[in-house]
């Protein structure tokens, strides 16, 4: 059975910082690009960031919405199935359930089609 697991999540600050991990099992997910979505309260949920598979033509490529930009760093050990997603001053406006996802395409993921999900993960952010 191929799962996506969230942890991390939480209540913070405004100006602090948390750190989502994702822990995939069920599948090889080094083969694949993975990534992160949230959705706010009475929002539809929206792209966050994306790495690529490592290797030698993709190289780890990442991309950032550009509200996050500066702020989020996406980032993954292919040898323990986890994709990280280190987030920085965060702002109320972060506050939504952060979910996980992978696909065998990157561009799959950032149109908002993964493959796989996790079940999401709370992060609040206190103004």
């Known amino acids: 059975q191929v799962q996506l697991v969230e942890f991390g999540g939480g209540l913070v600050q405004a100006g602090g910082s948390l750190r989502l991990s994702c822990a995939g099992s069920?599948?090889?997910?080094?083969?694949?690009?993975m990534g992160w979505f949230r959705q706010a309260p009475g929002k539809e949920r929206e792209f966050v960031a994306v790495?690529?598979?490592?290797?030698?033509?993709?190289?780890?490529?990442?991309l950032y919405t550009d509200s996050v930009k500066g702020r989020f760093t996406i980032s993954r050990d292919s040898a323990k199935n986890t994709v990280y997603l280190q987030m920085k001053s965060l702002k109320p406006e972060d506050t939504a359930v952060y979910y996980c996802?992978?696909?065998?395409?990157?561009?799959?993921?950032?149109?908002?089609?993964?493959?796989?999900w996790g079940q999401g993960t709370q992060v609040t952010v206190s103004s």
């Open positions: 069920g599948h090889t997910f080094s083969s694949d690009a």
């Open positions: 996802a992978a696909d065998s395409y990157l561009s799959t993921i950032v149109s908002g089609k993964p493959a796989y």
């Open positions: 790495i690529d598979r490592s290797g030698m033509w993709s190289g780890g490529r990442t």
